[in-house]
């Protein structure tokens, strides 16, 4: 009849949309993948897995471009200064080492006598699940040429970048604000201060700010001695914390790079001489004070990544304690 052909229609596409209740019935379902198409989802997984695998950050990766920038600072410093090798790192086992973490590494260590003036150079490369590259000039008390240090520590999680151009003197660094600036001086103490950080700073600071400044990332955990580091620290310190990448490592090899070129540099100038006497004197006592502090600081840091074998690599990094540095202090 015209009323049965009128209800005679064709099925829509929203009819395949099931209730929720209805799902995993077996008739609504989706019909599974068969064993063939179940075996090539398998094999296509496998290959995502190996190519995640094979691009994923690993800190070993990270260790030949960091050692190769660190070789290369070497090899300029070591052309422009005298460098006379040193059996320190060999005497405490160090020259070459297994990590407790299955990593290995090693220690060279120099100085330079005289005019040269470096009292303690260290090269220190680790490679493993956690990579170390650490280059430490410290510097003997005929010119007043700050210490250097630029270190990159990479973790799967994170690369920290360490750098810094230690002051020769105490000219109250430490009592810089948040904002850069200094408490206005109230003393005679503090008005010499001044001056002498404007000094420090026409000569070494301001030609290295933008480098450091430019380093990016966010502020690195304050470690266990932060005060003691903090009393060393100049005012264009780096310590940074960076994602865990490749252009991470790739800015850390840079900045080593950059650091020692500006370093090398200060050394051959004869304007940063100390006059023989109290300047010469001064700075040798403040010297040996910072490189004993220095060794505490390097074990705290050493012993979070290495555990109790950090302390040996602390006192291998930091050199010797007992001995005078090269050129007397009189």
Partial sequence: TRG?????????IAARTYPSHARGHPICSPRAPSAGKRAKMRAATVVLACLASTTAFAPRDAAKPLFAAQDAALAKIRASLPLEDKDYPASLGLDAFST???GSGALRSWEAPGPANIAWCSDLQ?????????LTVWCAPLK?????VCRTTVTPDHVDAFVDFRPRAAVGYETRLDDGSYPEPDSRE????KGNRADL?????DGVAELCAGVGGEPAPARGLAELETLAASPVAVDARLPASDESVAKCAELCGAAADAWLAWTQSDDHDLKPGMQVTSTYARDTKLRANNYGV????YTSLFGEFGSEVAAGDAGPLDEAYVGGAS
């Avoid at 049965?4 to 829509?12: E, F, H, K």
């Avoid at 680790?126 to 650490?134: C, F, K, L, M, Y």
């Avoid at 390097?298 to 840091?301: G, N, V």
């Fill in 190 to 193: 503090a008005f010499m201060n």
């Fill in 201 to 205: 700073d026409k000569r070494f600071y």
């Fill in 144 to 148: 007043d040429v700050p210490h250097l």
């Fill in 298 to 301: 390097l074990a705290d840091y």
């Fill in 4 to 12: 049965s052909l009128t209800r005679q229609t064709t099925p829509t």
């Fill in 126 to 134: 680790i490679e493993g699940d956690t990579t170390v590259a650490s």
């Fill in 100 to 102: 407790p973490d299955g």
